[in-house]
């Protein structure tokens, strides 16, 4: 069948509610601006509200990265992006030139948008008061967009935007593939079947992951897979192809989709190229396979679907696979290969009632007609709505009085609750007493201050003054903060926030000796943590004190400080940032044995240890070891970072104490819960669980059918030594050897557990065997 699912030029382009005011104004950030009444509220097209426009404060320099964010509460498809400048009924006369866009599904990766021949800049406005359309080819799937002016001389800006597309129904946030291979046939010019809009990662087994591209633009392929329907493009452009041959023995492509939530899924549509004259049909099967959440596995059932070739007609086709009304939130599909080539244009997915993509309602329908029971109908509500209200208030009030019972306790008897050193005639309060399922209790003498003031937390070590602590402490060198351009921030703490950042000309302010990998001309990614203006004295000393801690660490598996910028206000320390992120999120979504290998988890943790071991021969200790602190770049070399405890992120990992503090318990000693004490041999214990977590794939979180109450419960059987605590299990990619090293770094005696040395001893040689 010839279905087109979204046709961006003509069925996908209405007003999404900036002028109308459909989008809220709390839906509209930016990044500053000039005055109250040149907020982002005010970057609505065609409207002159405020002082008629949003604007950044002060002038836009040329390595400014100012933006304007706009959240459209749900994955859209953004076809069209309209900009007018700031006119104020004749007052006003400023306005963007050229502008980038970038964007983001989850809030947290952000993406930035090029159009089909890769260019990023996109033209804007020539004066105040004309709107300018810009058609976005590719379109944009996405939640988040942000507008981020664009000027090549000192100037100042202002934009009224509105922005244009429709709701993406199919609920698909990533696909996974391999890349696509190029084609040379006889009499014909070469053609490229790679999908070049790919938004997500291009890994080094030649696989395609954690992004979206060609297969859901809405431009379907003609049936002469050389000719194309966009202009300045190479032949094969709108597909995405595989040679049979070329993808080893197995005779399929093998696909991964992962969607926003779980569905029901009754059909899968496969635009597909049938050229057989050339060697291109559509596949001869598929079978696909079902995850009902990311951490779960696979489940065995699968749905198979065999086609009816066909070699009479060499029309490109719709094939509509179905799904059974199969409940998922991702998808596993094998395509098996009926002849050398098999390629693709567009995929969507069907689930529930709904249709696969459907327009933006009009927002002005009419009112129900009013009858005799609405009065009765509003006076049950408001009941109901009281009666909730009172049993809210009375379930606070509890759970405030309870809290308050409880630290009177703490406070009668703090020796037996705070770890085993009582009396032998303290009888008012026994450790038993201490963890009651309901009213588990922890140590607070140090947890405070394992936050450090722009949020990731703060290494322990040997006594540092900083009373006079200057500017001749710091061995890192200043570097010029204009040439810091902000991406996004990755974290945030009470007094500053940590962001990441492309480095302009750093590896030429470095010089030699840099510890930078080659980046083949691409731009240095960098971690900045800021502190804030209005950031205390003891704020500022601590940052001081973290940046001296930094410059003492010299490690390949520990992150660098490179450089500082503490001249002026805010203070800024520069520190690596790897281009693969973290460690959890790169194991989550990857399978062992098709793009990881038991070697390269082995790999992972002789790393992990060897960063460890250097940290620990300068009695440093981390307190915060997790996969989500250590970084990856794309050879898999691992470094250990120290800030995602200041990610939302990761804000499941951590348990707060009454909104002072935050601990990774589930990760911790059971002496750092209960005693405050946190050494090396913490970070043994600390080591382990992320041992566990590596041979996981970190598909769950530790102790994951335990709620937080019960992992403090379970440091109690620690402390009590009565044989009743809880493990972990062992993993089952996990050699047994490797388990009795987690096991032991679990043990409840600090002297049982391994070191650091001893531990990358024992793991080394499992390297490559």
């Known amino acids: 069948e010839k279905v087109i699912s979204v046709d961006p030029s003509s069925h996908c382009r209405y007003a999404l509610g900036m002028e109308d005011g459909r989008i809220k104004d709390d839906d509209i950030t930016a990044s500053s601006h000039w005055y109250e009444t040149t907020g982002p509220q005010y970057a609505r097209l065609n409207r002159e509200e405020g002082d008629g426009a949003w604007c950044p404060e002060g002038q836009l320099e040329p390595s400014d990265s100012q933006y304007l964010q706009v959240d459209l509460g749900r994955l859209t498809f953004l076809t069209v992006v309209g900009t007018q400048g700031r006119y104020a009924r004749n007052s006003g006369n400023e306005f963007a030139r050229a502008y980038r866009l970038n964007y983001s599904r989850d809030g947290l990766l952000w993406k930035s948008w090029r159009n089909r021949l890769g260019n990023a800049v996109m033209e804007g406005n020539k004066n105040a008061y004309a709107s300018v359309i810009n058609d976005l080819h590719p379109p944009i799937i996405?939640?988040?967009?942000?507008?981020?002016?664009?000027?090549?001389v000192s100037t100042t800006v202002c934009m009224r935007v509105e922005l244009y597309g429709c709701p993406w129904e199919d609920g698909l946030i990533s696909y996974s593939s391999?890349?696509?291979?190029?084609?040379?046939?006889?009499?014909?010019?070469?053609?490229?079947?790679?999908?070049?809009?790919?938004?997500?990662?291009?890994?080094?087994?030649?696989?395609l992951f954690g992004g979206m591209g060609q297969l859901t633009d809405g431009v379907i392929g003609l049936d002469d897979f050389l000719q194309t329907r966009q202009y300045h493009v190479w032949p094969g452009y709108d597909y995405l192809g595989w040679r049979n041959d070329s993808l080893g023995t197995q005779g399929y492509v093998e696909m991964e989709f992962v969607f926003d939530r779980r569905r029901n899924f009754t059909s899968m549509k496969v635009h597909s190229n049938n050229m057989f004259s050339r060697g291109v049909k559509i596949f001869s099967s598929v079978s696909c396979w079902f995850k009902p959440r990311?951490?779960?596995?696979?489940?065995?059932?699968?749905?198979?679907?065999?086609?009816?070739?066909?070699?009479?007609?060499?029309?490109?086709?719709?094939?509509?696979?179905?799904?059974?009304?199969?409940?998922?939130?991702?998808?596993?599909?094998?395509?098996?290969?009926?002849?050398?080539?098999?390629?693709?244009s567009?995929?969507?997915?069907?689930?529930?009632?709904?249709?696969t993509h459907t327009h933006v309602p009009n927002p002005s329908t009419s009112e129900p007609p009013d009858d005799g029971n609405t009065p009765i109908l509003i006076g049950c509500l408001v009941t109901i709505i009281l009666l909730l209200v009172i049993i809210i208030f009375l379930i606070l009030w509890c759970q405030y009085v309870c809290k308050v019972l409880e630290k009177h306790l703490f406070l009668l008897c703090?020796?037996?609750?705070?770890?085993?050193?009582?009396?032998?005639?303290?009888?008012?309060?026994?450790?038993?007493?201490?963890?009651?399922?309901?009213?588990?209790?922890?140590?607070?003498?140090?947890?405070?201050?394992?936050?450090?003031?722009?949020?990731?937390?703060?290494y322990a070590v040997p006594a540092l003054t900083v009373d006079s602590l200057t500017r001749k402490d710091i061995s890192a060198a200043e570097f010029p903060r204009q040439h810091l351009i902000f991406r996004e921030k990755l974290g945030e703490g009470q007094f500053g926030e940590v962001h990441l950042c492309e480095a302009e000309?750093?590896?030429?302010?470095?010089?030699?000796?840099?510890?930078?990998?080659?980046?083949?001309?691409?731009?240095?990614?960098?971690?900045?943590?800021?502190?804030?203006?209005?950031?205390?004295?003891?704020?500022?000393?601590?940052?001081?004190?973290?940046?001296?801690?930094?410059?003492?660490?010299?490690?390949?598996?520990?992150?660098?400080?490179?450089?500082?910028?503490?001249?002026?206000?805010?203070?800024?320390?520069?520190?690596?940032y790897m281009e693969n992120g973290d460690l959890n999120m790169f194991l989550s979504q990857r399978e062992?044995?098709?793009?990881?290998?038991?070697?390269?988890?082995?790999?992972?943790?002789?790393?992990i240890s060897s960063g460890m071991k250097y940290l620990a021969s300068l009695n440093f200790v981390h307190r915060d070891l997790a996969t989500r602190n250590c970084l990856l770049d794309r050879r898999l070399t691992i470094k250990i970072a120290d800030f995602g405890m200041s990610r939302n992120l990761y804000s499941s990992d951590y348990y707060r104490i009454q909104g002072r503090a935050v601990l990774p318990i589930r990760w911790m000693a059971w002496e750092s819960i209960l005693l405050g004490k946190f050494t090396t041999a913490s970070d043994v214990?600390?080591?382990?669980?992320?041992?566990?977590?590596?041979?996981?794939?970190?598909?769950?979180?530790?102790?994951?059918?335990?709620?937080?109450?019960?992992?403090?419960?379970?440091?109690?059987?620690?402390?009590?030594?009565?044989?009743?605590?809880?493990?972990?299990?062992?993993?089952?990619?996990?050699?047994?050897?490797?388990?009795?090293?987690?096991?032991?770094c679990w043990s409840r005696d600090l002297a049982d557990r391994p070191t650091f040395e001893g531990l990358y001893q024992a793991l080394r040689p499992h390297v490559n065997q």
């Open 505 to 576: 000309g750093l590896p030429e302010f470095l010089g030699e000796g840099s510890p930078l990998p080659d980046r083949d001309g691409r731009s240095v990614l960098v971690a900045v943590k800021q502190l804030r203006a209005d950031a205390t004295s003891q704020a500022r000393n601590d940052f001081l004190k973290e940046i001296k801690i930094m410059s003492r660490l010299n490690d390949p598996n520990i992150i660098r400080l490179l450089c500082v910028c503490v001249s002026s206000d805010p203070l800024c320390m520069v520190t690596e």
């Open 346 to 355: 567009e995929i969507s997915f069907q689930s529930g009632n709904k249709s």
């Open 142 to 152: 996405t939640r988040y967009i942000r507008l981020i002016p664009v000027t090549r």
């Open 685 to 744: 214990w600390a080591f382990g669980v992320t041992l566990w977590e590596i041979f996981t794939l970190c598909k769950e979180q530790p102790y994951s059918l335990l709620s937080d109450e019960q992992v403090i419960e379970n440091t109690g059987e620690f402390f009590r030594n009565q044989g009743r605590q809880i493990f972990l299990y062992g993993p089952p990619l996990c050699p047994p050897s490797l388990f009795e090293l987690m096991m032991r």
């Open 592 to 607: 062992i044995e098709s793009t990881l290998t038991l070697s390269d988890l082995l790999h992972m943790s002789v790393q």
């Open 414 to 458: 703090p020796t037996a609750c705070g770890g085993g050193y009582a009396e032998p005639d303290v009888t008012q309060c026994t450790p038993h007493q201490c963890f009651h399922s309901n009213a588990p209790h922890y140590a607070e003498t140090d947890i405070v201050r394992l936050q450090g003031v722009t949020g990731s937390n703060m």
């Open 294 to 344: 990311l951490i779960a596995g696979w489940e065995v059932e699968s749905v198979a679907f065999k086609t009816v070739l066909d070699d009479r007609n060499p029309s490109a086709r719709y094939v509509t696979v179905p799904l059974n009304r199969r409940t998922a939130k991702s998808i596993r599909c094998r395509f098996y290969f009926a002849d050398i080539w098999m390629m693709f």
């Open 178 to 207: 391999p890349e696509g291979q190029p084609m040379n046939p006889p009499g014909y010019p070469i053609a490229s079947f790679n999908d070049s809009t790919y938004d997500g990662a291009h890994e080094r087994s030649r696989r």
